[in-house]
């Protein structure tokens, strides 16, 4: 009974709690592919949708934030609103962008495995801000990460691989700018609550991109029922509830390198997705490719102790 107590204490002390959290937050964020399927069906444009992602989720959030804390919730300091603008600026807006230019260089196959090494950049990081270990474990899972991506991205057909120095740039410029979510946030986490890193993000995400891409006739052009119907649970389900769990998860006591290797479980989400919504074909090569990236998060989160001898 002793051993079942601890086993239980061990499952829900706060870093598990955490871990879960974040893979919760890839979770949702795997049904991102089926928002913009939705929405491009209904006439929204690249760079619409990805402007209605951020704006719905401020938008939602206000509520939210009103019911579960009032007035008091908005408040930040100067620091948190720097952090909150490099998030929002950087990790939200300018990815995006740097993301759609990839895409249209090189494709969305080669934007997708160049968007796969932003754990590599994480790992980085956390050792030089947050002095974390990186040992041969570590390396090892995300060598086999990428290659699960890889495989699942092509399911093994290379024909739409596609080489463009332009187009890698950008495609490892968003790897980067993606990563920034995880560091900025962890640091960011600390001091204020995840309600109000996420609502500022947002706010400083949308208000860039608005400028950059200037969606408001594309709005009036595509404006309808269906369409926001799909813009709100783009807003709610892969941008509000995704961030709010990966904010909160990033306020436990977890290793940060770890994180974006959990949270790649969005991958699969969005494989299985397109085969069960939209009929899209999973071959073997793309089956061991899903094996193979849940096999790398089981391996980052062993133990040496746990490794077989």
């Known amino acids: 009974m002793n051993k079942i107590m601890e086993y239980v204490r061990k499952l829900f002390s706060g870093d598990i709690i955490g871990y879960i959290m974040i893979f919760g937050a890839g979770t949702l964020w795997g049904t991102i592919g089926l928002f913009v399927k939705l929405l491009s069906g209904a006439g929204a444009s690249t760079s619409l949708i990805a402007f209605m992602r951020l704006f719905m989720g401020f938008c939602i959030l206000i509520p939210i934030m009103l019911c579960t804390g009032g007035l008091k919730i908005f408040k930040i300091d100067k620091k948190g609103l720097v952090q909150c603008l490099l998030l929002g600026i950087l990790a939200q807006a300018l990815f995006n962008y740097c993301y759609n230019v990839s895409i249209g260089s090189v494709g969305v196959a080669t934007a997708s495995i160049l968007l796969y ?168 090569i793309s089956v061991l490719g899903i094996i193979i990236l849940l096999a790398s998060i089981a391996i980052m989160n062993m133990k040496k102790d746990e490794i077989p001898r």
């Open 117 to 284: 090494t932003a754990p590599v950049f994480v790992c980085i990081m956390s050792k030089i801000i947050f002095k974390e270990l990186i040992g041969k474990l570590k390396v090892f899972a995300l060598v086999v990460n990428l290659a699960g991506c890889f495989l699942m991205v092509t399911g093994g057909d290379l024909s739409a691989f596609k080489i463009s120095a332009f187009g890698i740039f950008f495609g490892l410029a968003a790897a980067f700018l993606y990563s920034l979510v995880t560091i900025v946030g962890k640091i960011a986490s600390g001091n204020v609550h995840p309600f109000t890193i996420v609502f500022y993000s947002f706010l400083f995400g949308w208000l860039t991109l608005g400028v950059i891409s200037s969606p408001w006739q594309a709005i009036a052009d595509v404006s309808g029922l269906k369409f926001w119907i799909y813009a709100s649970g783009y807003g709610l389900i892969p941008t509000v509830g995704s961030y709010l769990l990966y904010m909160g998860g990033l306020r436990k006591n977890l290793e940060i390198s770890k994180v974006p290797i959990i949270a790649s479980v969005e991958t699969v989400i969005a494989t299985l997705i397109g085969v069960l919504v939209f009929k899209e074909n999973l071959n073997f």
